[in-house]
């Protein structure tokens, strides 16, 4: 198995890092697609989908061939079916995960993450489900073989939040309130504009960025584990997705929605997480109007943005200007590139 890049490399380094990506769904293919046309310091061993086959070999891939397979004929059944022995095979740097959340159990991703630190390989993931329910036991896996795990992609796509808040040495975060869910502020905007709810679930099923069952994004599921996500890792809580108090977009009816855009302000699936003077913390999820004086106003379709607020008075809030699975591929991206300069664990 390799080692693990534990040194700086800087950011002119020609490093690049053997990839093996797990899962070929919008947003695999969405990473694929960015290789193909951006380029990235990747050379792809292999990729392991559910439903379109898997295609391993330690000589390596051009992205755009595997894309295209995926997106006609399949990758067909080539090489081991174990993952363990996947990663024997094509003795990959990084695992980059795509599998779909499940927010229940973490699983099957979860334990390919588990089997991926285990053998000393670096792990990028956009699942926000088992970072929740394994975050402690990832990091002890982590820390006793050297690689690293990262999740940019986890929370607001491509917009490095966690990066940005391990440079404020010291300072502990207190609050965090944020728009995290892109399907449900489309859907409460096309309410807001006068069209329907359906109409702007179809938008965002369009634009590949709502969930494959769309409860997760309109009954706040999704913006309740990004929120157990950001308490367990920014505050040492140990929140589980169900511990986060939630309503969804149900909870408010179509002419409120028309009444408060008509005073000016719109409404969004909004998202709090208080870490208390008792050091209880306390998160919830629930539609609510956000007012023009509100940091968060300028939001508009599928962008979301957080606030934070830490003990040492900063207070700071982080806008999206894109969104969407593009942008979730640029994350991707953006932790392998962290990874090849040797970044800190976040």
């Excluded at 929740?132 to 002890?140: I, N, S």
């Excluded at 809580?237 to 008509?262: H, N, T, W």
């Excluded at 894109?322 to 962290?338: F, S, T």
């Amino acid at each position: 198995m390799n080692q693990p890049v534990t040194e700086p490399l800087g950011p002119t380094s020609s490093k690049r890092l053997r990839t093996l990506l797990l899962g070929a769904g919008s947003l695999g293919r969405a990473f694929l697609r960015r290789l193909r046309d951006q380029g990235a310091p990747v050379d792809l061993v292999g990729v392991v989908t559910a439903h379109h086959g898997r295609r391993l070999d330690p000589a390596g891939f051009e992205a755009g061939a595997l894309l295209g397979l995926i997106e006609t004929e399949g990758l067909g059944e080539h090489g081991p079916n174990d993952f363990k022995k996947m990663l024997e095979l094509t003795k990959p740097d990084v695992v980059v995960e795509c599998i779909p959340q499940n927010i229940r159990s973490g699983e099957p991703a979860l334990g390919y993450m588990r089997t991926t630190l285990d053998q000393g390989v670096h792990l990028v993931t956009a699942n926000k489900a088992p970072i929740v329910l394994g975050y402690r036991d990832l990091l002890h896996r982590a820390s006793r073989t050297g690689a690293k795990f990262r999740f940019e992609a986890t929370v607001l796509d491509g917009l490095p939040i966690f990066t940005f808040l391990s440079q404020l040495q010291g300072a502990k975060v207190t609050r965090v309130r944020g728009v995290l869910n892109a399907t449900s502020s489309v859907v409460l905007e096309s309410v807001q504009l006068g069209s329907t709810r359906s109409r702007g679930l179809a938008r965002a099923q369009a634009q590949g960025i709502a969930e494959a069952d769309s409860v997760l994004d309109l009954d706040g599921w999704d913006a309740a584990a990004k929120l157990a996500l950001l308490a367990n890792v920014w505050m040492g809580g140990a929140l589980r997705i169900v511990d986060v108090a939630r309503s969804g977009c149900d909870s408010v009816k179509d002419e409120k929605i028309r009444l408060s855009a008509e005073a000016g302000a719109h409404y969004r699936l909004v998202g709090e997480v208080v870490r208390q003077n008792d050091g209880i913390i306390r998160a919830q999820v629930e539609p609510a109007a956000i007012e023009p004086n509100d940091p968060l106003y300028s939001l508009k379709g599928s962008c979301g943005g957080l606030t934070v607020e830490t003990d040492q008075g900063h207070q700071f809030t982080l806008l999206q200007q894109v969104a969407g699975i593009d942008d979730a591929a640029a994350g991707l991206v953006h932790d392998i590139k962290a990874l090849v300069a040797g970044l800190p664990q976040v």
